[in-house]
């Protein structure tokens, strides 16, 4: 997939009708202050509120989302936090992961749909959510102080208790961490200063009894998973400015895990990968707060090495929720259970602050990788989301039910579904950064300044961005050129095509002074690629652009256990077997590109002759009911000539 290397920045400038072109964005200098606060001097993503989602399928997937969100009720929601505060709740429970059994219950009724309507109140500025927000906020309120000690949780301090006293237990401070993230970005996102309090409260309770165990027996009970807790008490200390978050947030850090990495060695094998993946986002917090380099040192190493050695052409990475071999060794891997969504949802967490240490362009590629192929296409018309990603020939897509799951992949759909706005652009100083071709509007009001982005990309090769500024205004604007554009890529400033390029896998910095109506046009022509299985070099994956293209093998299931799951998404146990890979004759420079007809690039329609039948291809966001392939198998024509 990705080089392991950074890479090299072209370094040149021109003069081009009184544009300055400064060529690829220069790396970062890292924030090296100390004590609660964000680096001053990196990329910033700009507020959710200052950033509009335009008409297109991004739009369409956060109604459908929001649709979804505002059919759960707030009594069924908080019901568990009331039974374990001694509150009577008359409502029935939901099921799945939140019925009154689970030892997760609560993650997502006062987790994952907390962050959710926070977020979809700031992205598209929805006040019915906010107001459902508002009302479980109270709700857990008034749950802490029932109980009277700042704790609060759906689940009673026992399942705590079992912890320390290495019980089988599912994960407390999993879900503490969820109910904890909910809250904060409540108060970040919508104002609620009642959510801080709450969530004040929480951190306090888990510090004070964090602190109770000696250093080796908080090491045992860290062995279990407990989701992002030191992120959301880095995320407190940054917001509070209390240091003693930070000393709360170092209770939870694993030097088995992260002194490996700090030392450039992959021990991920045989680890649950969505347990570890929010530990180096909390790693990446640190860094960003502390100034401390070791923590950035981890973060960069285990995404370079995840993305390059351990992941899907799909962005995603996983079996059985597990990294089950080495490095570079995924053939034999393709199955049911691959790609655990939530697994993707934090890789691309941690993309977005790594690009923001460095500007780099490569993690806006992993990302917009992550997003169309990996993102899209997991939630139905119904706002249903996936739990895996099969990569097995023959599978297809299984969705959560509506009310009797709750799964963690819901609860991280529901949140990616809501902020598709937050890393289209970020700013340095005065600079605007361009980083997703997503119709969108950015109005940067302390700026002055409005970018109007339209684009039906990637069905067009290309976006569009006009200023609208009341003034002119000197300032540059950097635009990402894809790795997987062609050496045809252009840019026109009102309609006159600049001579200077930056290559893919940059930005192309243009500075001038810009006036009211400027319009700036990016042509990003698309070109058929392949990406090979890491280790098993003969299974290929086909794309477009960063397109990942399906083989459409027929019709799924129809809608049922098969289709959409009720309880834990293992395996089901009448499976059939997968389809071996589709063959595809390989030409003499073994690249399928070569047999790969493109049909109509603006419907995104393609077909391949295979060994035995042709396929239809399609992008695979736009695979919904059928089965498919994503990976083919390359039979070298030169063995029988």
């Known amino acids: 997939m990705m080089d392991r290397s950074r890479r090299n920045f072209l370094r040149t400038s021109a003069e081009v009708a009184g544009l300055c072109f400064i060529g690829p964005s220069a790396a970062v200098k890292a924030f090296t202050g100390a004590g609660p606060g964000y680096p001053e001097g990196n990329l910033q993503p700009f507020p959710l509120a200052s950033v509009r989602l335009a008409s297109g399928i991004f739009r369409e997937q956060e109604e459908i989302n929001a649709r979804y969100l505002d059919s759960l009720t707030v009594d069924q929601l908080l019901h568990s936090f009331r039974m374990t505060a001694g509150i009577p709740s008359t409502v029935a429970a939901y099921g799945g992961w939140e019925e009154p059994g689970c030892e997760l219950r609560g993650h997502f009724a006062g987790g994952h749909f907390l962050s959710a309507v926070a977020l979809a109140s700031a992205s598209s500025g929805n006040t019915v959510l906010k107001s459902r927000g508002d009302a479980l906020v109270a709700g857990l309120d008034a749950c802490q102080k029932k109980i009277g000690n700042r704790y609060v949780s759906a689940f009673p301090p026992d399942l705590f208790e079992k912890l320390a006293q290495d019980k089988p237990v599912w994960a407390p401070f999993y879900t503490y961490h969820k109910i904890m993230a909910g809250l904060l970005d409540m108060y970040l996102y919508t104002g609620n200063s009642d959510a801080l309090h709450v969530a004040e409260g929480m951190a306090q309770w888990a510090q004070e009894f964090m602190s109770g165990f000696s250093n080796d027996q908080r090491q045992r009970m860290l062995r279990t998973e407990y989701g992002g807790m030191n992120e959301v008490l880095v995320n407190l200390a940054a917001t509070t400015r209390k240091d003693r978050y930070l000393a709360a947030a170092r209770l939870f850090e694993q030097p088995s895990f992260l002194d490996p990495l700090a030392e450039r060695r992959d021990e991920l094998q045989g680890l649950h990968a969505n347990t570890n993946v929010p530990k180096i986002i909390g790693a990446a917090r640190m860094y960003e707060v502390t100034g401390n380099r070791r923590y950035r040192d981890i973060a960069e190493y ?132 361009v980083n997703q071709f997503i119709s969108s509007t950015l109005d940067w009001k302390e700026q002055g300044i409005v970018l109007e982005q339209v684009t039906q990309f990637p069905r067009a090769q290309g976006t569009s961005l006009r200023i609208k500024t009341p003034q002119p205004t000197t300032r540059t604007i950097h635009l990402r050129i894809p790795r997987w554009t062609t050496d045809g890529a252009r840019v026109e400033i009102n309609g006159r095509p600049i001579e200077a390029m930056a290559d893919p896998g940059s930005y192309l910095a243009l500075r001038k002074t810009w006036k009211d109506g400027d319009t700036i046009t990016l042509s990003l022509p698309m ?101 498919y392939s994503v990976y083919w198998k390359m039979k070298d024509t030169k063995e029988h000539t």
């Open 527 to 627: 070109e058929l690629r392949q990406e090979s299985l890491p280790g098993e070099g003969s299974a290929v994956a086909a794309l477009y652009g960063p397109l990942v293209l399906a083989a459409n093998l027929g019709a799924g299931p129809p809608d049922g256990p098969m289709r959409i799951v009720h309880g834990r998404p293992t395996e089901p146990a009448d499976l059939p077997k997968p389809d071996p890979l589709p063959t595809v004759a390989a030409a003499p420079d073994s690249d399928v590109k070569h047999s790969i007809e493109i049909e109509s690039p603006a419907e995104l329609r393609f077909a391949v002759a295979g060994e035995k039948a042709r396929y239809q291809m399609l992008p695979m966001y736009q695979v919904g009911d059928q089965r």
């Open 302 to 433: 285990f995404l370079a090495e995840v993305l390059t050695a351990r992941s899907y052409v799909i962005g995603n990475t996983s079996l059985d929720e597990h990294w089950k071999t080495p490095p570079d060794q995924l053939g034999g891997t393709l199955g049911w259970s691959n790609a655990e969504c939530c697994v993707a949802y934090n890789l691309m967490k941690l993309e977005r602050h790594v690009f923001s240490w460095t500007g780099d362009a490569r993690w806006m590629d992993a990302y917009e990788q992550a997003l169309f192929n990996s993102r899209l296409g997991t939630q139905n018309a119904q706002g249903l989301k996936q739990y895996f990603f099969p990569l097995a020939a023959g599978y297809w897509r299984a969705y959560n039910s509506p009310l009797e799951s709750f799964w963690c992949c819901t609860g991280t759909g529901a949140e990616e579904f809501a902020k598709f706005a937050d890393t289209i652009y970020f700013w340095r100083g005065s600079d605007i950064f």
